[in-house]
């Protein structure tokens, strides 16, 4: 475990003469008068919301002059100020965002202030969730070294996500990513950790540990209360705990950890002790669990103090010319933060922009192709149109990558070369393959972690990569929802459209096992199509899967990918392997049953049963029953929903996922408010009981709709 031996700003390098340090100084005071800038504008009820980097200003700036601003990659978190000032950014632009002025290049007024984000600095938009960011620098450093041994993947291509993705990198750069102390509570953070040390990533993480998270101190979330001591056995990694007041200190720390980083040698750990003289945020009193001696001893400490007495004590500036510097860094925070108010605000129209990419639209009707003639006509699964789209998708885009939990044939590639083994290719075979014919830079197996998986996946679409993941169950896809809501979802509209993340999360979804139980048959489609900025799609047969995919990974957009286990290799919905080029628009539902006495809207595995149910109120009552899949969940085809109500006059709204407060709850409250008039029945719905799925396959069939329940149903509502 390498360690920097400096620990005083006594011994200064020959790489800080005395104008660098002087510039140092410059820009902490920058900060700092930044912060106080702010904190008077809160409290004159000028801007909204105040959080400091106050305290952490030393070993800030010392990490942005030890690194690259655009050429290196930066995931920041909120006291990162005087990282993201040494960077480039201006006071203007930091106090832009705090009044929330439609200038803000950092949001467009959509986010709170210290958020920040720079596309020419390679400052990756941040949210508040702490942690977070640490998986999206990994996935980023991944997608670096890709780009470096697969340089042809960098060129771009028109009719995809690759028209709006440039791609630039660097075989030495570095991601740098920071977070306080007490956000190393997360898993996010020891996920990362050891992705970064397994694949030898050169990714700078740095904790800036002022001793509190929020009013918690640190030895209530470390054990130890010092988290370099937790993480020292990590293989590959540069280790350094630094007095995070001492610039200088900080400065060799960060310049040893960014040459071990671009050689190649794996990730750096520098772990810096800072000070918080301001309160968490405005919101915050630290005086409530604080004691006055405890905030004299930081004050004490005072990175700023520390260093302007050093440059006094040197004779590297007298007091005149240090007051004459902070005159002007006063001046231009004044006029910066004069400026911003008078800066424009957003206007309303501007909400709805950039929810989704507004240069690719895959609802557009010409995206529907017709199956391609080929010399196979045998009739193939969903499992295998599946694996034929990722393959076909494979070939055509270099930049595709898929993992996840067991979806590469083997991780130990000898056996495969050796022929000692098959391979596996996923729990369901779906991803059988595809490693042993692109290899293992292209599909690869993730560590058990969930949220892992999304938040490298975002890290690398942010940089232009197309990642392809798989959640091996539905059930498991919890641990991932914090980074599918917060982060996933969000980034394009978060960052006005100066990033985005048009990932690919595929996850097998729902019941119909025969003994799949409670953690083998959940659906839940609802919590992700009550989330704005990720299209949501759910095929119910082989061709419309294989169309559908390839939308999905061609689209500029996350798409959330759900596939029906209990469909994979079911008889129903077979088809010939329709070419390399079939795609099928999203928001474009399918009548699958043409019908005049009643509307059946449905999708996944029930679109089968609700068939079987149609077809035996057709044979047993003459009842015309019109099926319509919607095939896409999130956006869904409305239009085609009232057609075909007002062709029928009635309407059931059938789904596998529980009753109340499901996917079919929404159109069916919009059928009654904008298609009333044209009802001669209240709209039905059909959905499994509000509970689990039980193991008994008595239980089960109880459960979750059946045919024999839609039947019902369908005879009920025409005698109504």
């Known amino acids: 475990m390498a360690k920097t031996a400096v620990s005083t700003i006594e011994r200064v390098p020959s790489a800080l003469a005395p104008e660098r340090l002087i510039e140092m100084y410059r820009l902490m005071y920058l900060s700092r008068r930044t912060d106080d800038r702010e904190i008077m504008l809160k409290r004159q009820q000028k801007i909204f919301f105040q959080i400091s980097g106050a305290g952490h200003e030393a070993l800030l700036v010392a990490a942005g002059m030890a690194l690259r601003p655009g050429y290196d990659w930066f995931f920041p978190y909120y006291r990162d100020r005087a990282l993201c000032l040494t960077l480039g950014v201006s006071v203007e632009d930091m106090l832009l965002q705090a009044v929330g002025a439609a200038a803000d290049p950092s949001s467009g007024g959509r986010q709170m202030p210290s958020h920040w984000g720079s596309k020419k600095l390679n400052i990756v938009s941040q949210s508040s969730a702490t942690a977070t960011q640490v998986l999206h620098a990994v996935g980023c450093a991944e997608a670096g070294r890709y780009f470096s041994r697969h340089p042809e993947a960098a060129e771009k291509h028109q009719d995809d996500y690759r028209a709006w993705k ?15 102390e007490g956000s ?10 050891n992705t970064a ?45 630094v007095d995070g007041t001492d610039p200088v200190e900080s400065y060799l720390a960060f310049e040893k950890a960014v040459a071990h980083c671009r050689s190649g040698a794996g990730p750096a750990f520098v772990h810096g002790h800072v000070i918080r003289p301001y309160s968490h945020s405005l919101s915050d009193d630290d005086r409530l669990y604080r004691p006055k001696s405890e905030l004299d001893a930081d004050a004490l400490r005072d990175p700023i103090h520390k260093l302007q007495m050093y440059l006094l004590r040197e004779g590297i500036l007298d007091a005149e010319a240090i007051n004459r510097l902070e005159k002007q860094v006063d001046e231009e925070v004044r006029l910066a933060a004069e400026r911003a108010l008078r800066a424009p605000f957003p206007g309303p129209s501007s909400i709805p922009l950039y929810v989704y990419s507004e240069n690719y639209d895959p609802t557009r009707p010409e995206l ?45 590639e000898e056996y495969l070369k050796d022929g000692l083994v098959k391979g596996k290719g996923g729990v369901f075979k779906l991803t059988a393959g595809l490693q042993s014919e692109f290899g293992s830079d292209r599909v690869f197996n993730s560590p058990l972690a969930e949220a892992n998986i999304v938040g490298r996946a975002l890290g690398q679409a942010v940089r232009g990569l197309k990642p392809v993941v798989e959640i091996q169950f539905f059930d498991y896809i919890w641990p991932a929802t914090h980074q599918m809501r917060n982060e996933l979802s969000v980034l394009r509209w978060r960052s006005n459209n100066t990033f985005s993340a048009p990932a690919v999360v595929r996850v097998a979804i729902g019941g119909y096992l025969t003994g799949g ?19 949501v799609v759910f095929p119910s047969n082989a061709l419309d899967a294989n169309g559908l995919l390839r939308t999905a990974i061609r689209c500029d957009d996350p798409v959330l990918f759900l596939e029906h286990k209990r469909l994979y290799r079911e008889t129903f919905g077979r088809a010939p392997y329709p070419g390399p080029d079939y795609m099928v628009p ?41 099926v319509l899949d919607l095939r896409t ?24 996922d529980m009753l109340s407060w499901g996917y079919g709850a929404e159109i069916a409250a919009r059928i009654a408010d904008e298609l009333f008039e044209d009802l001669d029945a209240p709209v039905k719905r059909v959905a499994a009981m509000d509970t689990f799925v039980a193991y008994q396959p008595l239980l089960e069939d109880v459960i979750l709709p059946q045919p024999e329940r839609i039947y019902q149903a369908i005879t009920e509502l025409v005698r109504f």
């Not at 440039?166 to 306080?180: A, M, P, Q």
């Not at 199956?371 to 998708?393: V, Y």
């Not at 109500?645 to 009635?650: C, D, E, L």
């Open 166 to 180: 440039d791609v630039s990198f660097h075989g030495d750069e570095v991601v740098y990513t920071s977070l306080g």
């Open 184 to 193: 190393t509570s997360q898993g996010e953070f020891w996920e990362a950790l």
């Open 197 to 241: 040390s397994n694949q030898k990533l050169p990714v700078l993480f740095v904790v800036e540990d002022n001793g509190y998270a929020i009013s918690v101190p640190v030895e209530v979330n470390t054990p130890g209360g010092n988290i370099s001591k937790l993480v020292a056995n990590f293989p590959n990694f540069y280790f350094a705990e």
């Open 368 to 412: 529907q192709t017709r199956p391609a003639q080929t010399a196979e006509s045998q009739e193939r699964t969903m499992a295998d149109l599946i694996n034929a789209c990722l393959r076909d998708e494979m070939r055509r885009d270099p930049r595709i990558v898929i993992f996840g939990e067991d979806v590469a044939d083997c991780s130990r």
């Open 517 to 535: 139980a409670i953690y083998h048959s959940q659906c839940g489609e609802s919590i992700f199509t009550h989330t704005p900025g990720i299209r």
């Open 586 to 626: 999203f928001g474009k539902a399918k009548i699958v049953r043409e019908g005049t006495h009643l509307t059946l809207v449905t999708y996944g595995a029930v679109v089968p049963r609700a068939l079987q149910a149609a077809q035996k109120a057709q044979r047993e009552h003459g009842i015309e029953t019109e």
């Open 633 to 656: 969940l999130s956006p869904y085809d409305w239009e085609a929903i009232a057609t075909s109500v007002k062709k029928t006059s009635r309407v059931i709204v059938a789904h596998e």
